[in-house]
């Protein structure tokens, strides 16, 4: 166990839907990080925070954003799905700004 | 960005065997890391690894940062060792961590 929490682990939804994946970081870790694996696909970096402010910012689409609460906790929002939306979402998250990476089991994205 | 790639992209292992994994990286990096994603779909810390060499058990890292890359040793391989291997590279300050396209291992009996 890592103890970086993601929920849901399983989604399933329809093209043109919204939802929200959830995360919840390592007790001490400021910074959170999202990626995106399609299947048999290696891990796009998505975007990074660390305590509450974008770090850095990958390809993102336009219709997907994020935020960190001051909580910590970070939600990724994606938006007017589509089939090529599908895959394994993963949140990761370290001490510092730059650390040693930990991650959650991710959160498994099925658009029909 | 940084560029790093892995090889070799794919590798069958016979029980036993032992096989090193390379990974290389286009710039200088602060940090370094080897995940082993097993066939759930985790992904499993292995070894943060900027410099030099560790080993935990069965497994040892090796980082040559001035050379810019990082090997991976799998030695007596399992059945467990099954998965795709990542590594993931960080150039330090704005810039994100990168990771390449893996190694899949299969290790048969």
């Known amino acids: 166990d890592s103890g970086v929490t993601q929920t849901p682990k399983h989604l399933i939804t329809a093209t043109g839907q919204r939802v929200t994946l959830r995360c919840s970081p390592r007790s001490g870790d400021l910074s959170v990080y999202w990626y995106q694996q399609s299947l048999d696909q290696g891990l796009q970096f998505l975007i990074q925070?660390?305590?509450?402010?974008?770090?850095a910012k990958g390809n993102i689409l336009e219709r997907f954003s994020a935020q960190q609460f001051p909580d910590l906790h970070s939600e990724l929002n994606l938006s007017s799905l589509e089939l090529g939306d599908s895959a394994l979402y993963f949140c990761a998250s370290s001490v510092a700004p730059a650390g040693e990476l930990f991650f959650g089991e991710g959160s498994r994205l099925t658009v029909l | 960005g940084i560029q790093v790639e892995q090889s070799p992209p794919d590798l069958i292992l016979q029980e036993g065997a032992n096989s090193t994994l390379r990974c290389n990286f286009s710039d200088s990096v602060n940090n370094l890391q080897w995940f082993h994603q097993n066939p759930w779909g985790q992904l499993i810390n292995l070894f943060y690894?900027?410099?030099g060499t560790k080993q935990n058990g069965r497994l040892s890292a090796t980082t040559v940062a001035t050379e810019r890359y990082s090997l991976l040793y799998i030695s007596s391989s399992q059945t467990t060792d099954s998965g795709v291997y990542f590594c993931a590279a960080d150039p330090g300050g704005y810039q994100k961590v990168t990771f390449g396209t893996g190694t899949k291992l299969q290790v048969i009996p």
């Open positions: 690894i900027p410099s």
């Open positions: 925070y660390y305590n509450g402010e974008e770090r």
